[in-house]
């Protein structure tokens, strides 16, 4: 015999208009965050007014031998230009150490070479940052030029955070990839620019300010067929 229950004689409350039972704060739930007034510094260093660019390679005809080797920065075309209303203030924002290298990014076994080649320029700098504010933003506009001093490529590339200096400063760190050369596999050959130079400025983003050591930073390559 199956047992029906009897109705419940349940009497609810008037609906009030001026209120909706979805306004109610349901028991339990978290309270929705606070929207602060001001941004918070981690938010600030999220969002830095100066972006990272994607790489821009111009059009570039030269052949190997249409020039000399090694071209002095002074007739690079065109040289990395200062920024707009950034101030120079060296006290600020200063060079600890750079290096541009060519790596042939195919593996090889010792005594086994692998007989293919893929040349790509590698940069690495160092900036000292005076630590005025706990958001800073540090970048670095790239250019990149070939062996008779004409602009091949162009970028900008943030530098991240590595470690306090110990001197009232942090230190930032850019490790990237500046350009892709040629290709060399065996039965094939993708040729590319042999880039001979880097040339950087620096600049850092704090307290509303852009500032920049005010130097044109150079590093020379060497060419393709003598990179290791």
Known sequence: MHCIPAPLNLVLPPLDPQSSPRDEPVRGAPSPPETPLTPSPESLMLTPAHHPTLLVETTYSATPDTAAPDVPASVLAPPVSPRAGAAVDATLLRLRDEAAVKHNTFPSRPGRPSGAAHWQTHLHVEAWVRNT??????????????????????????????????????????????????????????????????????????????????????????PDAVSG
Do not use: I, M, N
């Open 133 to 222: 504010t706990f958001a800073k933003h540090v970048w670095a506009d790239v250019h990149v030029f070939g062996h008779d001093g004409a602009l091949v490529a162009s970028v900008t590339l943030p530098l991240v955070y590595e470690r306090p200096a110990g001197d009232g400063g942090d230190v930032f760190r850019l490790d990237h990839a500046v350009y892709e050369g040629a290709t060399a596999t065996p039965g094939s050959v993708a040729p590319r620019p042999d880039v001979r130079r880097v040339q950087f400025r620096l600049y850092c983003e704090l307290e509303g300010r852009v500032v920049t050591d005010g130097v044109a930073h150079d590093c020379v390559l060497r």
